[in-house]
């Protein structure tokens, strides 16, 4: 497959293959930048995370560990992680949670989660 030479749209959904997304996403020009796929359009996002973007990822992870701890639920929190399903969807949710017996079923040393592989992700 040939590298595209197209000056991509960023914050914006555009028409693609899933190909087409996982060269462009897999490109050294991009590891900073958070990319979405879903019904065959991609976007990516390339900005900076301020003060109240990160207060707010704060207070809510904060308040689902606290409900979690509370009510003696397993819970695994996971900030910024890449989930893909092949050829249909992937996204970098800022907070994602694995609960109960999920909690603990990606193993360290996994880079992107699998979704054909691992179970579905809820995003908080």
């Given at each position: 497959?040939?590298?595209?030479?197209?000056?991509?749209?960023?914050?914006?959904?555009?028409?693609?293959?899933?190909?087409?997304?996982?060269?462009?996403?897999?490109?050294?020009?991009?590891?900073?930048?958070?990319?979405?796929?879903?019904?065959?359009?991609?976007?990516?996002?390339?900005?900076?995370?301020?003060?109240?973007?990160?207060?707010?990822?704060?207070?809510?992870?904060?308040?689902?560990?606290?409900?979690?701890?509370?009510?003696g639920i397993l819970a695994k929190?996971?900030?910024?992680?890449?989930?893909?399903?092949?050829?249909?969807?992937?996204?970098?949710?800022?907070?994602?949670?694995?609960?109960?017996?999920?909690?603990?079923?990606?193993?360290?040393?996994?880079?992107?989660?699998?979704?054909?592989?691992?179970?579905?992700?809820?995003?908080?």
């Amino acid at each position: 497959m040939s590298e595209l030479q197209i000056q991509l749209v960023t914050d914006t959904w555009i028409a693609v293959t899933w190909d087409e997304y996982i060269q462009i996403i897999e490109n050294t020009a991009y590891e900073k930048a958070k990319g979405y796929y879903h019904n065959g359009q991609m976007r990516i996002e390339i900005y900076a995370l301020g003060h109240d973007h990160a207060c707010d990822n704060t207070i809510i992870a904060f308040a689902v560990n606290l409900f979690c701890t509370i009510k003696g639920i397993l819970a695994k929190g996971l900030t910024n992680c890449t989930y893909r399903k092949t050829g249909f969807n992937e996204a970098q949710p800022d907070v994602s949670y694995y609960i109960g017996e999920n909690a603990d079923v990606i193993p360290y040393g996994t880079s992107i989660i699998n979704l054909d592989i691992y179970p579905h992700w809820r995003e908080c």
